[in-house]
């Protein structure tokens, strides 16, 4: 059955990883295997709470996993780059995180593939705090700046890092500040630890709404993440070992009719319809403020789960303008292995 999603700290998954010989769920390709009892299938969500990873939760609360006949557990780590470490160890079979990972982790000999796209721009913004905004109004001001991330190496680093370099800032110009998400990444802005930063929904609407943060660069929208990176951006997306999609062909279509089923669902429901089919502490004690943050992030889903590949594309040339080890590697990336269309269309046509 689902359970209550976990968080595991740095020190808990150093832990799983040290025993990870002894662990019954340590090899992703023995777990959550074909035939329809494949055991439990643990997926990973780089903040479970966020508005840009709400599809996972929301199918789980709509039971569109048990509907398939998977029996789910859903996780959290609080940034990308944990949940992605957490996947490469074998400890979980899937993440929800952004698609950016699949590219990066290919330039390290990794292959990992999104089977569900499910937006094409970030959901992100990059905030400036309200007294800081009369000197910061862009990106070309990081200069000399504490800049906010949710970690090092997570996708927030990396679009900070795009837009520096876009805005002719090195990115050795400025302080990466990790600064996490929701009330620390607010207390972090308040205090004076960061100028600026990069964050989603519900933290956006928290911090806009308190007067603390201003919208500095718009990427909850197609037109702002044009602008912003020169075009489409695609983010959340279940993303997995490619090893395990070859072999658990079964499971994988199960998810994908699963993460499919809700894109179809968000695409047909209001706001408020949404936020109430969330568990009620995501609103944080204000459930009209988290409605309004699901309504000013929902756009980015796309409703299909597929992948544009000019999309792709882009991201690629992005992240080859402020990553060596990208740049580096460039012509040798094979997009074709990092996403796969097959299961969502086949969600689509089922």
């Known amino acids: 059955m689902p359970s209550t999603p976990v968080r595991v700290s740095a020190a808990a998954l150093a832990a799983l990883t040290a025993l990870s010989s002894l662990s019954a769920c340590r090899d992703s390709r023995g777990s959550g295997g074909d035939g329809g009892s494949g055991g439990t299938v643990k997926i990973m969500v780089g903040g479970i709470d966020k508005v840009i990873y709400l599809p996972a939760k929301l199918t789980e609360q709509l039971g569109y996993f048990k509907e398939q006949g998977l029996d789910v557990q859903l996780l959290t ?27 990066h982790l290919q330039t390290k000999g990794k292959c990992v593939e999104s089977v569900v796209q499910m937006a094409d721009v970030p959901g992100e913004a990059e905030m400036v705090s309200t007294s800081k905004a009369g000197s910061l109004s862009s990106p070309a001001g990081f200069k000399g700046k504490k800049l906010g991330v949710t970690s090092p190496g997570s996708s927030t680093d990396f679009i900070t890092r795009a837009l520096a370099v876009r805005n002719g800032v090195k990115t050795s110009d400025y302080t990466t500040v990790k600064a996490g998400a929701g009330q620390t990444f607010i207390s972090t802005m308040d205090n004076g630890g960061i100028d600026a930063g990069m964050t989603t929904d519900p933290t956006i609407a928290k911090l806009v709404s308190t007067g603390k943060g201003k919208v500095m660069v718009e990427m909850r929208t197609e037109e702002g993440t044009r602008a912003a990176l020169g075009g489409l951006y695609p ?109 969502a269309t086949k969600a689509r046509q089922g």
């Open 77 to 103: 780590e609080p940034a990308g780059a944990q949940a992605e470490n957490v996947l490469i160890a074998g400890d979980v079979q899937a993440v929800v995180g952004f698609y950016d990972h699949s590219i």
């Open 235 to 343: 983010s959340s997306s279940l993303y997995m070992d490619c090893a395990y999609v070859k072999s658990h062909g079964e499971t994988v279509q199960k998810l994908a009719n699963a993460f499919v089923k809700t894109l179809g669902w968000i695409k047909q429901h209001k706001p408020a319809e949404i936020a109430a089919k969330m568990p009620k502490d995501y609103a944080g004690g204000d459930p009209k403020l988290y409605e309004k943050a699901v309504g000013d992030s929902i756009v980015m889903f796309n409703g299909d789960g597929m992948m544009k590949p000019e999309a792709a594309q882009n991201v690629l040339k992005v992240l080859a303008q402020f990553s060596p080890e990208v740049a580096e590697k460039k012509d040798q990336i094979d997009l074709a292995k990092t996403y796969s269309t097959q299961f």
